[in-house]
């Protein structure tokens, strides 16, 4: 019914940006919640920024995310976007957007539909 694919990942050094994509197909994207989610290597997926289904776009981030990344979406396009400013090496792991019609939340069960993932690295 859904299906997402991430890009805009790449290598790039503490201090810089990048804007991911999660383009959506589907007629029906606008009514889903989505989440952007990350997996640094050796560790567990965590969760990073979302943005709801309703008009407006009720957005919550990650505390570790606040005042640097910014979760927006484009429902005429099918795509959630993340700006990802002032980047640490902290940052670096596979990025995951996800879509689900459950509350809103961080947790991963609340998402159906999971993108492969785009790489970001952050270099010191």
């Known amino acids: 019914q859904v299906q997402l694919v991430e890009s805009g990942g790449g290598l790039v050094q503490a201090g810089g940006s990048l804007r991911l994509s999660c383009a959506a197909s589907?007629?029906?994207?606008?009514?889903?919640?989505v989440g952007w989610f990350r997996q640094p290597p050796g560790k567990e997926r965590e969760f990073v920024a979302l943005i709801s289904r309703w008009t407006g776009g009720t957005t919550y981030y990650a505390d570790s995310v606040k005042g640097r990344f910014t979760i927006s979406r484009d429902n005429a396009k099918n795509t959630v976007y993340l700006q990802m400013n002032s980047l640490k090496p902290e940052d670096t792991a596979l990025y995951y957007c996800a879509a689900g019609r459950g509350p809103e939340g961080p947790s991963i069960s609340a998402y159906d539909y999971w993108g492969q993932g785009t790489q970001v690295t952050v270099s010191s």
């Open positions: 589907g007629r029906t994207f606008s009514l889903y919640n």
